[in-house]
């Protein structure tokens, strides 16, 4: 059973920063044959791609709305992966998904594993 748990959600204002956590375990499992990606949820709003990296880190995509802010990294060796965020504009307020899948694409279907989603609230 693979499992994506993120943490590190919170609320902030306007100007601040945040680190979101993707932390995974499976028996037998690793992230490291893995892209992973980032995705976001607003209210009333679809599931969005924020940004992803690939299995070895060295290819890493952003949306537009987020590039020069947000920094997505990775330790295969610790099964984990981060989102820094950091100049957080209120309209980044949403729950942020954590996934897995086979190749660094933009197409959340394409995503076989996801966590449950930390809140991250940006107040201005």
């Known amino acids: 059973q693979v499992r994506l748990v993120e943490s590190g959600g919170g609320s902030v204002q306007a100007g601040g920063s945040l680190r979101l956590s993707c932390a995974a375990s499976g028996r037998t499992w690793s992230i490291s044959a893995y892209a992973m990606g980032w995705f976001r949820q607003a209210p009333g709003k679809e599931r969005e791609f924020v940004g992803g990296?690939?299995?070895?880190?060295?290819?890493?995509y952003y949306e537009d709305s987020v590039k020069g802010r947000f920094t997505i990294s990775r330790d295969n060796a610790k099964n984990m992966v981060y989102l820094q965020m950091n100049s957080l504009k209120p309209e980044d307020t949403a729950v942020y998904y954590c996934?897995?899948?086979?190749?660094?694409?933009?197409?959340?279907?394409?995503?076989?594993?996801w966590g449950q989603g930390t809140q991250v609230t940006v107040s201005s």
């Open positions: 990296i690939n299995w070895s880190g060295g290819s890493i």
């Open positions: 996934a897995a899948g086979p190749r660094l694409v933009v197409t959340k279907s394409t995503y076989a594993y």
